[in-house]
Every structure is written in C-alpha cells, then in structure tokens.
C-alpha cells in the first residue's frame, strides 16, 4: 500500500502525555475508513496518476454522484471526494483503508485544511500591528494603521501593502505534527499540536516520516508491591499442593470426627 493520505474530521483539542511523559496539547481527528472511488493513470485519458478517496456520509446526493460511486463499487452516499496526486500501487476500487494502516505513534504529519473565518479584521488581529501610541493626546490612534504611502514617489500604494481586510477562511498547511497515538477502535487520530480549521471540518492528514530523534518509551514494568504480592501467592500455592491430605477418623456413636495428622 503505497497510500499515504487520509481525510479526516476534527473533532476537538484536549492534552495528554507524550511518550516523554510531558503534558503536550493535542487534537483529535476522526478518521473513518477511506473509500478509494477512482484509479487515475498515465495511460488513462486523464494523463496523470492519482487516486480518489471518498469520506463522510450524505443524505441527499446528485445522480451523478450516484452513479459515479456504483461504477467504483461504493454502497453508500459519501460526502466528500477529494484526489490524491502521485503514484499509488496496490490500490483497488471500492477498497477500505483504515487509519492504523497508514499511520503509527510517533509518526510525522502534515495537516492541510480550511482555516476558520474570522470576516473583516483590522491590522492588529490580522497581521500583529503593535497599534500607534497611548500618551500624548493619541486617544484614537491605539488600533490605526498609520502611513501607507511613500509620497510623492512612486505616488501610489505599493501590491501587497499589508492593511486591514478579510481574514481567514483559506487554505493552511501545518507540517511535522506528531502522531501521539492511534485509537483502533473510535479511528481517531490524536496529533501534538493545533490544525486548521473549526470543529468538524474536513481535514487531509499526510504520512511525511518519522519525528526526528523519536525513541519509543520503554515497556511498562509492574510495581514492586504488585510483584511482592504476586510473589507470595504463587508461593502459597505451593505450599498448598505440597502439603499432605488429613485423615478424618469418624468414633463410634458420636457424628463427630477427630483430625490426625
């Protein structure tokens, strides 16, 4: 399996420990088995090699669409599409690839999506202004963006010119996130760090490597009481099957016994 990409859904951020044993905030990402819904190939009319993951779940989907995902062998009405450039081998229609197949801890990321939205927004939220001064009667110039010209030459203000505008809302890549763990059985994905996007949008996670100078965390060892304690049972069942039956010798007249060793 040659596939290195996956979609997936944020779904929120909390914090855990790393395999140092630090505190880190993390993000978990829900990845649901991907459907591979077309093949693309050099030879094919499409000229290039890609292939088509399929994710999420739709009520209402076009005929087209429809009919798009019968012909690669698909039940259901998938919500998104989205290609995969490069080489895939091994790859088939209609086939279901799981988050644990593709990723393990300590592995490094790269996490592309949609950034959240945050409309018309001034210099100083935009782009970090320190703002104009607080003293000497400027008491409406704390957020203003100042000069923007260079006068008379060139006369005009240059491409590029860093002011207020919208923000947000654009395509954002964070790269060598590291894989904290994977949880075979909710297919989330928890990743150090924050990624782009709000809860619930559609992330794509890429496979770039391993973090560098990553070492996994040494096997876990019992406590010393747990050991103790498993010690002494293990030693009291010895003793007991060792030690010898007792005879029971019933007097007559009486229902009592008495115990000889």
Known sequence: MMIDTLLGVKKYMTSTYDARGRRVGVTVIEVQPNMITQIKSDDSKD????????????KSVKKPQLGHLKKAKVAGRLRWLKEIR????GASLGEQIEVSKIFKKGDAVKVSGLSKGRGFQGGVKRYGFAGGPKTHGQSD????????????????VLKGKRMAGHMGASQVSVRGLEVIS??????FLVV???????PG??????NIGKIKGYTPP????????????????????EVAETREPVEVIKEEGSEEGTENA
């Open 47 to 58: 000229g290039y090699q890609a292939v088509q993951l399929g994710y999420g779940a739709k």
């Open 86 to 89: 490069g080489e895939e081998k």
């Open 141 to 156: 110039r704390h957020r203003a963006p100042g000069s923007i010209g260079s006068g008379t030459t060139p006369g005009r």
């Open 182 to 187: 994977v949880d075979k059985l909710n297919n």
């Open 192 to 198: 150090k760090g924050g990624v782009p996007g709000h």
């Open 201 to 206: 949008a559609l992330l794509r996670i890429q």
């Open 218 to 237: 040494p096997e876990e060892k019992e406590d010393e009481e747990e050991s103790d304690a498993k010690a002494l049972a293990d030693k009291g069942d």
